[in-house]
């Protein structure tokens, strides 16, 4: 358009710009700050404008006035308006992966080129899942929603539909995309997926609609569905990659985070994978998105493709012999809207030529006009609905710039603390002289992750570490060229470490290691890192702080058991106040008075994350990545993957990490101590006697649900926030059977000597049940042992 703007007269250029903002949107108001919506005076009359009809009655009225090629110019992401019904121009495409974000290069229905210019930007999931604490992911949630519907108020967004969360498991350490994702584990995920979705959307943390059922604040999307996690190795790309997935760990693995997303959070969106799953692409896979999502979970929304899905169905997999084939397949299947333009080019020619019905389009936009209608977007005048009165100044506001640094705090981990070196005390560095090196200590974009926008503000590590320290006696070094660290200045870094009384080093990794379309091959430190730390660590006059920055999991054992590296913190991506939460960790205190961010409530002077995905070693990479299988084969030395069946080395396990204080654990009370469940019939298995959890009655499982009541003491000398991880376990691991799994999580806050009795609810029916190889839910007879850090108590199951 500037191109084109350019080569004409002013007042043509003039016409040309009004043109384009009526095409653009509709019959919606042009004025500098309206958002863009529809059913406006002039269009009011129209059936599908009452508000007082039913969303599924109003979108069928809608799609029926529509031409053919109307219609098929709504299937794509970027969907022209149609002037003579009042319809604006929508981008169904924009991002809010852990903030609202926008992509430049790409077409988006969000833009900062207004009255907000900056949106929050929260630590990059990975870190945000570490803090095991569901409300906070909602309340993460709610702010991105609130800042996303301010942009749109403001008149700076043409789309309210959010390509997020990414809730794909985090199945091999090689990922580049594992950072987007809560981790290795389904129950967590799934119960990320809830909260955040919930958030986003408006409604409560326990799942109440605030202003109706059909009343949407933004559009949550969860992808990609399903059991994607390969991106780009060893030539290997997700466009042609066919997953090759047991019956069994598709129920027990891939498939639940999905099902929570639908059910529990009732997202109005999900994205359908690029890859194929057993020869078929998610995209066309008919099982998949119309009898399982819609059918089987009641999802009640959009299906869009992943960017350019719909064409590598033909053009790189071959699985459909013409371009009108494949817009045939994937609308047939269920999906409604392609992130790209081949259902433009090629659904009428699909009709023409009898391989698609105008009824299969038909029943997309009905699909697609109910998010928006859902959305408000159909309503009149967006000040007077629900949502309306949120203003630009819930962009960026304190509140959610806290929220952003309270995430950060409670989502680092402390992986190695010898000798209590950590916290650092204040008095003492203050007159003290403190050396910072490494390539991500000043990196502010390292500190973003991948799909982040504009941030409000950005503290780097050394900018949070100089609240404690004098300017005079604060030394910087970057140690390595880039990350990569192809050069290492290694000389020069001991020399100032040599000159320092403490040295914190900010290693780690970034987007040129670990990203979309690029999975890492190896599984340790880039380039000269490792020779860089010891070296330092070596000459130090006293044992050094490691700080990480990095997504995917790093082989460190060389750190690990290094009497000369004294504490390690895993970081991840931590957001726009990460390099204020790093410093206020590494000095144990999370209120330095900086002005900038006010985070003042129950300050906490002890954090504690737990690793959500295990740490393997080096050697791993010997496990092809296109490898799917969960469970361990012992026949071929195949090691299974994630913590409930990986049965190799390991540097760190998943809920691994230590505290600043001393926690104890008792299971003081179970309403059960045995079961007594009664099937219509048996299954027999190795000798262990089983029943299918589809034939026990559905009102006997809800029964049988009881309360485990545990203590918790803080026997330390600070007070924190602490999470609590409830896992099962069976004493015969084998047979498919996971060696323990995740029941549920809760935080809780103690004062030093405190204590304090948290619940958790456990449904034998879901949490002692496993896949078994047909993907069917089973329950075993026998002993089961609920485990906390490594307090076990037993429940007997007969079936």
């Known amino acids: 358009m500037e191109i084109l703007v350019s080569r004409l007269s002013c007042s043509s250029a003039l016409l040309l710009l009004l043109l384009f903002q009526i095409l653009v949107v509709g019959s919606s108001s ?139 498991i985090y199945r ?64 290997i790309d997700r466009f042609v990659f066919d997953a090759k997935v047991t019956k069994q760990d598709l129920a027990d693995t891939y498939q639940p985070p999905f099902h929570s997303c639908i059910q529990e959070g009732k997202a109005s969106g999900i994205m359908c994978a690029y890859n194929r799953v057993n020869g078929v692409p998610n995209c066309a896979d008919h099982d998949l998105l119309t009898n399982t999502a819609r059918g089987q979970w009641n999802f009640n929304g959009y299906i869009t493709s992943d960017c350019d899905a719909v064409s590598i169905i033909h053009e790189n997999q071959s699985y459909a012999k013409t371009p009108e084939d494949a817009a045939a397949a994937v609308l047939k299947a269920g999906m409604d809207v392609n992130c790209g333009n081949y259902l433009k080019n090629y659904s ?42 949120i203003g630009p100044d819930e962009a960026c506001s304190e509140e959610h710039q806290d929220l952003a640094l309270e995430a950060a705090l409670h989502g680092i981990v402390l992986l190695k603390n010898s000798h209590r070196l950590l916290p650092l005390a204040k008095s003492k560095t203050l007159s003290s002289s403190l050396a910072v090196i490494g390539p991500n200590a000043n990196a502010s974009k390292t500190l973003l992750g991948n799909y982040a926008g504009p941030p409000c503000k950005i503290v780097t590590p050394l900018q949070g570490l100089q609240n404690y320290v004098k300017k005079k006696k604060i030394m910087y070094h970057p140690g390595c060229d880039s990350v990569q660290c192809s050069s290492a200045k290694i000389d020069q870094a001991v020399d100032v470490a040599k000159g320092a009384d403490q040295v914190v080093l900010i290693m780690g990794l970034d987007q040129t290691q670990e990203r979309e379309d690029h ?48 504490s390690i913190l895993w970081a991840g991506y ?164 996971p060696m323990k799994r995740l029941v549920g999580f809760q935080t809780v806050n103690l004062n030093a000597g405190e204590n304090a009795e948290i619940e958790y609810e456990v449904s034998p029916c879901e949490h002692f049940s496993m896949a078994n190889e047909q993907g069917m839910i089973v329950i075993e007879e026998g002993l089961h042992l609920l485990v906390v850090d490594n307090i076990e108590y037993p429940v007997t199951v007969v079936v």
């Not at 969860?222 to 060893?234: G, S």
């Not at 006009?369 to 629900?386: D, E, H, I």
């Open 519 to 566: 999975d890492r091959e190896e599984l340790l430190l880039p380039g000269k890192q490792q020779k860089l730390i010891t070296s330092i660590a070596r000459a130090a006059k006293k044992p050094i702080v490691l700080v990480l920055l990095c997504g995917g999991p790093v082989d460190i054992s060389f750190a690990k058991y290094d009497n000369n590296i004294g």
């Open 30 to 168: 042009v004025d500098a700050g309206q958002p863009p919506y529809g059913c406006n005076e002039s269009a009011k009359d129209y059936t599908f404008c009452e508000t007082k009809l039913g969303i599924s009655e109003r979108a069928k009225d809608l799609v029926s006035r529509l031409t053919l090629d109307e219609k098929v110019g709504q299937l794509v992401n970027t969907a022209p308006a149609i002037p003579r019904l009042g319809i604006p121009a929508y981008e169904w495409w924009s991002e809010a992966l852990h903030g609202v974000a926008f992509i430049s290069s790409v077409p988006q229905g969000i833009h900062f080129n207004g009255t907000v210019t900056a949106a929050t930007s929260f630590p990059q999931v990975i870190l945000s899942a570490a803090s095991f604490d569901a409300r906070l992911w909602y309340r993460i949630g709610q702010a991105v929603g609130r800042e996303a519907r301010a942009i749109y108020n403001a008149g700076q967004a043409t789309g309210m539909t959010f390509w997020a969360p990414n809730i794909n």
């Open 348 to 389: 009428k020619s699909a009709v023409q030529k009898k391989r698609l019905l105008e009824s299969d389009i038909d029943r997309a936009l009905q699909n697609l006009f109910s998010v928006r209608m859902r959305l408000g977007l159909f309503n009149g005048n967006p000040a007077k609905q629900p949502y309306g009165d």
């Open 574 to 737: 931590p957001g726009e106040a990460g390099g204020l939460a790093i410093g206020q960790i590494i000095f144990g205190d999370h209120n330095p008075g900086n002005k900038a961010y006010h985070y003042s409530n129950k300050l906490l002077r002890n954090i504690r994350g737990r690793l959500p995905v295990t740490w393997y070693p080096k050697d791993f990479i010997r496990v092809p990545m296109t490898d799917m299988r969960m469970r361990p084969d012992p026949s071929t030395g195949y090691p299974g993957r994630t913590y409930r069946f990986y049965k190799g080395p390991k540097v760190f396990e998943f809920g691994y990490g230590l505290s600043y204080s001393n926690y104890s654990y008792e299971i003081v009370s179970s309403s059960s101590k045995k079961i007594y469940l009664k099937a219509l019939r048996d299954e027999m298995s190795n000798t262990v006697r089983q029943r299918l959890v589809s034939e026990i009655d559905k009102e006997l499982c809800e029964k049988k649900r009881f309360i485990v009541t545990v203590r918790v003491v803080n026997q330390g000398e600070m007070a924190g926030k602490h999470p609590v991880l409830l896992f099962v376990r069976v004493p015969m691991v084998g047979n498919g059977r």
């Open 172 to 235: 091999d350490p090689r990922w580049g995309r594992g950072q987007e994702t809560p981790g290795e584990d389904p129950t967590l995920t799934g119960h990320y997926a809830t909260s955040y979705v919930r958030g986003i959307q408006g409604d409560t943390f326990q799942g109440t609609a605030v202003h109706g059922t059909q009343i949407l604040q933004a559009s949550a999307c969860c992808k990609h569905f399903t059991a994607y996690d390969l991106d780009h190795w060893k030539g």
